[in-house]
């Protein structure tokens, strides 16, 4: 995760350093721009910050969103019949509330009104995107893919975040804050139930936020086959029954590169190990394929702005 989500996230918290305390992240990051944290890191952090502001909404909305909420909200909805009920039901639950953001469903467009909150890194506004998709995609047991996503401000420095979120076209300084998926998601079925339900929520819905979406598109096949030990452009592309040129061209639609693909998996494998400690910085060189660990100092130079000891020592 972009450290562009912590300093977000802790923009209304009275008393950061607790909170980042309690997920294990050095204030020191804070300070630069090319730092990440690790998925747990981030985790941990929504969920000290809903704890101490007590808060759903981490402080963005006029008024707090109650912890308990969400999950309130998720029983409901999983008794429903199908998602377009069950969305539905979820919704008119946060409507009995004099809370915004607004939100509707029409369709297949989920819509936000952002009006009235006050979120100018635009945090809320993507978090309860993500959340809403990725509950969707849970009851119906299958991820729901998005046509589009639509916003209703300029393109934000962080944009590049927005592809490995969503996965779609997204539009921006649009006349709504949207997302489009096909109506005929909402004629599915729910396929959770109560027990279900239960574990779903143990981590969630911090652990939602924490997780890129990639869901089946090429980059995610070509990360997976990577981070299970496959290598080399042709390698990958055979893997997917497809020639190099198009495994390119797949990749360029989506707005990266194989290069790209496999240095931010390298970026994060390097960023998690030195977070969770037990492993030199020439073991993880090494691990990570790297002939000497000077050319790992220089690419992770490269990736955090950082040397992998500082990194370490900052945690």
Request: net charge neutral; proline share 7%; aromatic share 10%.
């Amino acid at each position: 995760m972009a450290i562009h989500y912590v300093r977000a996230a802790l923009r209304e918290c009275p008393a950061p350093e607790p909170v980042l305390a309690a997920a294990g992240i050095s204030p020191s990051l804070l300070d630069d721009d090319r730092a990440r944290v690790t998925p747990e890191q981030f985790t941990r952090l929504i969920q000290a910050l809903w704890e101490q502001l007590d808060d759903e909404f981490m402080g963005f909305g006029p008024r707090p969103s109650k912890r308990g909420t969400f999950p309130t909200m998720c029983l409901l909805a999983v008794h429903c019949p199908d998602l377009g009920s069950a969305l539905r039901r979820g919704l008119a639950f946060y409507g009995l509330f004099d809370t915004a953001p607004a939100m509707s469903l029409v369709d297949g467009r989920f819509s936000l009104d952002m009006a009235l909150v006050d979120d100018p890194d635009h945090f809320l506004t993507e978090s309860l995107l993500v959340l809403w998709h990725r509950f969707s995609s849970w009851l119906v047991g299958r991820r729901i893919p998005l046509r589009r996503a639509s916003f209703d401000y300029p393109e934000p420095p962080h944009a590049a975040e927005y592809h490995l979120i969503f996965g779609c076209p997204l539009e921006f300084s649009a006349p709504v804050t949207a997302m489009f998926f096909d109506p005929k998601f909402l004629r599915m079925p729910v396929v959770q139930d109560e027990a279900a339900l239960r574990r779903f929520l143990r981590n969630s819905p911090a652990e939602l936020l924490s997780r890129r979406d990639h869901g089946a598109d090429t980059s995610a096949h070509v990360r997976r086959l990577l981070g299970a030990g496959e290598s080399g452009l042709e390698a990958v592309a055979q893997r997917l029954g497809v020639s190099a040129p198009t495994l390119r061209r797949r990749l360029a639609a989506e707005g990266t590169s194989f290069r790209e693909v496999r240095e931010q998996l390298l970026r994060d494998q390097a960023v998690a190990s030195l977070v969770r400690g037990g492993e030199s910085v020439e073991e993880l060189a090494l691990r990570l394929g790297f002939s000497e660990a000077s050319a790992f100092h220089r690419a992770f130079k490269r990736w955090t702005g950082s040397s992998p000891g500082a990194y370490r020592g900052g945690h």
